[in-house]
């Protein structure tokens, strides 16, 4: 079983922004992680993810590419979300999630689905408006 936390939400004006971090009761280095998004009456959105492997391959949504940022610390315990420029439809509450699969496909795999993640976080709310 993997606990999994997230934090760093908040209520920001558009043009700032805020760094989302998700710590797991497991070292996050050999997992792929993945940053999901849910806005009231809107389905989840995959936002961004990062594989588990040494190439740390990260992909991200349109909506979010050159604004948003995956990463994991050296530690390996925590992955941060870099969200800049911040918009007021990126409103929603944010969840990690984690297949929980060691190096899975050779630790070159993750995937903006969340139908293929296992654990998840509880969230944190994102809220941006002036």
């Known amino acids: 079983q993997v606990h999994i936390v997230e934090s760093g939400g908040g209520l920001v004006q558009p043009g700032e922004s805020l760094r989302l971090s998700c710590k797991a009761s497991v070292t996050w280095d050999y997992y792929a992680i993945g940053w999901f998004r849910q806005a009231p009456g809107k389905e989840r959105e995959g936002v961004s993810c990062?594989?588990?492997?040494?190439?740390?391959?990260?992909y991200y949504a349109d909506s979010v590419k050159g604004r948003f940022t995956i990463s994991k610390d050296n530690a390996k315990t925590t992955v941060y979300l870099q969200m800049d420029n911040l918009k007021p439809e990126d409103t929603a509450v944010y969840y990690c999630?984690?297949?929980?699969?060691?190096?899975?496909?050779?630790?070159?795999?993750?995937?903006?689905?969340?139908?293929?993640?296992?654990?998840w976080g509880q969230g944190t709310q994102v809220s941006v408006s002036s």
């Open positions: 999630a984690t297949d929980g699969i060691f190096e899975r496909d050779g630790g070159s795999w993750c995937s903006l689905h969340g139908d293929e993640y296992e654990y």
């Open positions: 990062i594989s588990g492997g040494d190439d740390k391959q990260t």
